[in-house]
């Protein structure tokens, strides 16, 4: 029920989801570029639903106090502390080594402000658990949510980031002076 009525909140909100989502794939790092509003974490709840996909997020740790911290827990989050050094990329590791399947959506940009370059603790999470990376833009100036094929990483991580980022240039976030200016 809650998946017809998200499915029809997502089409009436006019957006449209393009390229395929990997059900195939049992493990896997999404990155969703760009996001710039509060606004694209329920989009991508719709579209977690829209998609029937047990997807996985992280969120600053902030998030996760009460009085909704139950709430993110049970949407599926992972707090993250970013007010001190710690070994988050191998944490996150682990648990991809624990589970059968496990997709998992980071926000590179580490922040909804303008930034030029994307945080690198995704490539290296994808390195270490050797699983591969979807891009996934969230383009509000055309309402499409739009899927890359899996990314593998190769270790080459100047190369990578250039094919990775190229994938985002030129979208519009729904604040679109903070878009990524990659």
Known sequence: MFHAINKWIFRRWGWKIEGNYPYDVKKFVIIVVPHTSGWDFPVGLLVRSVLKADIKFVGKASLFRPPFGWLFRRLGGYPVDRSKRNNFVDAVVD????????????APEGTRRRVDRLKTGFYYIALGAKVPIVRVKFDWGNKIVGFSEPFYPTGDIEADMEEIVAYFRGVQGRVPAYSFGG
């Open 95 to 106: 648990i991809f080594n624990r589970e059968e399947r496990f997709a998992l959506t980071i």
